[in-house]
T-cell receptor, first 114, second 119 residues
Framework: EPEVTQTPSHQVTQMGQEVILRCVPISNHLYFYWYRQILGQKVEFLVSFYNNEISEKSEIFDDQFSVERPDGSNFTLKIRSTKLEDSAMYFC????????????FGSGTRLTVV | AQKVTQAQTEISVVEKEDVTLDCVYETRDTTYYLFWYKQPPSGELVFLIR??????QNEISGRYSWNFQKSTSSFNFTITASQVVDSAVYFC????????????????FGSGTRLQVQP
């Protein structure tokens, strides 16, 4: 069964550093997403990406964050100048098209900012 | 705005008991999808079910069943004869489709219900 792959599974970074979280969505999917889950809390939407541009973003997704699909297969989330409160599990997801089905999550990257 | 409420923060049952997890949602979209995900201690999100707003038939999959009541905006999840392996956090989520051209399919999650099944 096709999977959404996220790397690394766990990343530790120092406050103020930049991090890039990587995702390989399912190959024929058209919509890509990033979600965040602070430990013990609910999963929160960050951003959706379609046709090489952001289609929607939440209030969490401020100028500190950016997304990119650099090579047609990878989908990255960059966090500039990380803060302690950015520590969370970050999930990538993808879906195939106009119907909301086949919405597949990756296994997540746990980001720890120290 | 969309909202999903899971009022039960934590439920503890003994193995073989039946347990129902409640989910109540709010949306102005005429077409929407409801989901349940399981998050075991390992942290990944495991898809359980997707239901669209036009399909109110209840669904059963093994020990799992779902009761969708549009009249009360609820989408409850029942585990029959619970097992220790069912211990996890369960999330209900909602996605609307009123902005299909903009690709707004973001999921709105509830706060989750932690289920502990004791042996």
């Amino acid at each position: 069964e096709p999977e959404v792959t996220q790397t690394p599974s766990h990343q530790v970074t120092q406050m103020g550093q930049e991090v890039i979280l990587r995702c390989v969505p399912i190959s024929n999917h058209l919509y890509f997403y990033w979600y965040r889950q602070i430990l013990g809390q609910k999963v929160e939407f960050l951003v959706s990406f379609y046709n090489n541009e952001i289609s929607e973003k939440s209030e969490i997704f401020d100028d500190q964050f950016s997304v990119e699909r650099p090579d047609g297969s990878n989908f990255t989330l960059k966090i500039r100048s990380t803060k302690l409160e950015d520590s969370a599990m970050y999930f990538c997801a993808s879906s195939p098209g106009t119907e909301v089905y086949g919405y597949t999550f990756g296994s997540g990257t746990r980001l720890t900012v120290v | 705005a969309q909202k999903v409420t899971q009022a039960q923060t934590e439920i503890s049952v003994v193995e073989k008991e039946d347990v129902t997890l409640d989910c109540v949602y709010e949306t102005r979209d005429t077409t929407y999808y409801l989901f349940w995900y399981k998050q075991p201690p390992s942290g990944e999100l495991v898809f359980l079910i997707r239901r669209n707003s036009f399909d109110e038939q209840n669904e059963i999959s093994g020990r799992y069943s779902w009761n969708f009541q549009k009249s009360t905006s609820s989408f409850n999840f029942t585990i029959t004869a619970s097992q220790v392996v069912d211990s996890a956090v369960y999330f209900c989520a909602l996605s609307g489709t009123s902005h299909m051209d903009t690709g707004r399919r973001a999921l709105t999650f509830g706060s989750g219900t932690r289920l502990q099944v004791q042996p």
